[in-house]
């Protein structure tokens, strides 16, 4: 296995709101980047959210140019699999939760890398255990699930595969904290601890909404001021994505066969439906006209 120090190039596949941030942290830690997606706009978009974040970052004074140009320099995308990963020291999987495109993705990477490079996840919910089972190195695969945004989320939740090795687990524990983050190691149960927590809350809020208890506005605004939370649930929900979040909740349903982990039916209508939160322009909030979260959607309106 590779060690911390022999860890130069860094492939992320997949450029979608996780898969970009977790390239920017990467590229801003010094390391060489390798973006992945089969969709070519995508990896336009990718490229165009690391440079607004980086003048965010530039106009804190947080960094300085010289930051923001090598952090650009050390990414190149690629739209081919087989190219982006061809020579790379360490892989981070970062496409969308679906259990198939991941196992297909592990499967395809354990053939094209080299047998000492590790293959972490950053699943939200899926079994570690399960990805692992899809190559021939499962002691050397990992969950390292990171937090949106990643820019500026300070966690890394390491979850260990039945097969990870300790050696596995110390080198992803290392590399985070060299990107500055606060690694914390859970074990491979669905939905770990962030999301096994966090979801059934967002669940119960959606439910609140749909028996009419309170609206949109309301509910946040109890568990901002009544709990100190920094954004309402259902905000949150639409900053995830709600399709992320009806992706988790059928992962944990499935994993733990409980009724309280069912998706809400209005959570699965509103995905159906495309509306998704801010990545689609709407979901409990209305984000048209690049308005964040101060106008609630009509359908919600008493």
Known sequence: ???????????????????????????????????????????????????????????????????????????????????????????????????????????????RTGKDVVLATNTSSISITKIAAQTGRPDKVIGMHFMNPVPIMKLVEVIRGYSTSDETAKLVFALSEKLGKV?????????????????????????????????????????KLGANFPMGPLQLADFIGLDVCLAILDVMYEGFKDPKYAPNPLLVNMVQAGKLGVKSGEGFYDYSESKKAEKVSSMFRK
Do not use: W
């Open 1 to 111: 296995m590779k060690t911390l120090e022999q860890i130069k190039k860094v492939a992320v596949v997949g450029a979608g709101t996780m898969g970009n941030g977790i390239a920017h942290v990467f590229a801003q830690s010094g390391f060489e980047v390798h973006l992945i997606d089969v969709s070519k706009s995508a990896l336009e978009r990718a490229i165009e959210t690391i440079k607004k974040n980086l003048t965010r970052l530039l106009q804190k004074e947080k960094i300085d140019e010289a930051t923001k140009e090598k952090t650009l320099h050390n990414i190149t995308t690629f739209d081919n699999l087989y190219d982006g990963i061809q020579g790379v020291d360490f892989v981070v999987e970062a496409a969308t939760e679906n259990p198939e495109i991941k196992f297909g993705l592990f499967r395809d990477m354990d053939k």
């Open 183 to 223: 690694p914390v190691e859970v074990n491979d149960y669905p939905g770990f601890v962030a999301n096994r927590i966090l979801m059934p809350m967002i669940n119960e809020a959606i439910q609140a909404l749909q028996t009419g208890v309170a609206g949109v506005k309301e509910i946040d605004t109890v568990l």
